[in-house]
């Protein structure tokens, strides 16, 4: 780090130009600041002397002519100081000026609105704008008020159709027709008490013996069917081969014994 060069240095003649600029800039503050004083002083003057003006309607503002940000800021400053109404009107840096009135004289609202539009304000000409507005309002609130209110009225047929198709549709129809819902009490829903199973062990295990031994028996009598349709098969060929008669209740005799079995 001890052996890096530094940031070169600057010249004799660029520290002299540099100082010179500091200078310039400390005299362009001093002078704007003596402007600014001045000029303060200059609408303190004009202000005082609109505010020893005789009270009227030909003295009840007092117009600017059109300036920078800078000195309408003191004006507006100095004006709300005296106890006026100001207000900046026009374009930025074309001919946005300050217009002041006295407090008695206060501008209302549609004057200010001229004043933005460009237009001359004529109080008589406004108010009777203003009458023809609420009075045009009024009238739009009442026609509003009577279509929301037509709509909200039942309409009535002249003709019933229920008469025309009463031979189809009934008599009865529609909300006429409609009827109280009321739950069957048998149905419904069931407590978790009533879906217990309250019967023993042992009545459990008595009614799966006699459901399998149900089933076990059906099985052998289905087998001892199917034997005996073999065995009357059997008996018929034989009795076909051999000429020998037989007797034909041979298969009913298998059948009874099949069943005595089961029993």
């Known amino acids: 780090m001890a052996g890096m060069a530094g ?3 600057a010249s004799d003649k660029e520290i002299a130009e540099r100082k010179k600029g500091r200078e310039m800039a400390k005299k362009i503050e001093i002078r704007n600041k003596q402007e600014s004083k001045d000029f303060r002083l200059e609408i303190d003057k004009r202000i005082d002397t ?6 009227g309607d030909e003295n009840r503002k007092m117009v600017f002519e059109a300036m920078p940000k800078v ?3 003191i004006v507006h400053d100095v004006s709300e100081t005296a106890g006026l109404v100001v207000h900046s009107f026009g374009v930025e840096d074309v001919d946005r000026h300050v217009v002041v009135w006295r407090k008695e004289f206060a501008p209302c609202e549609d004057e200010l609105e001229a ?3 460009g237009i001359e304000y004529d109080p008589v000409v406004s108010a009777r704008e203003k009458y023809e507005t609420s009075k045009r309002q ?7 008020k009577k279509r929301a209110k037509g709509k909200k009225e039942k309409f009535v047929p002249r003709t019933n159709y229920k008469a025309k198709y009463e031979h ?3 008599s009865e129809s529609a909300l006429d027709a409609a009827r109280v819902m009321e739950t069957n009490k048998s149905f419904g829903m069931v407590s978790s008490e009533s879906k217990k199973d309250k019967r023993s062990v042992e009545v459990i295990q008595a009614e799966i013996r006699a459901h399998y031994w149900v089933v076990k028996r059906s099985d052998l009598f289905r087998i001892c069917l199917h034997q005996a349709f073999f065995l009357d098969k059997f008996i018929s060929v034989s009795i076909m081969a051999t000429g020998i ?3 034909k209740s041979s298969t009913m005799n298998c059948l009874s014994l099949s069943k005595k079995m089961l029993l």
């Not at 609109?50 to 009270?55: A, G, Q, S, V």
């Not at 009024?138 to 509003?144: G, H, R």
């Open 7 to 9: 940031p070169p240095k």
């Open 71 to 73: 000195r309408r800021a």
């Open 168 to 170: 189809l549709i009934g």
């Open 50 to 55: 609109f505010l020893k003006l005789p009270i």
């Open 138 to 144: 009024k009238q739009e609130e009442e026609e509003e």
């Open 115 to 117: 004043i933005k539009q």
């Open 245 to 247: 008669s037989s007797s």
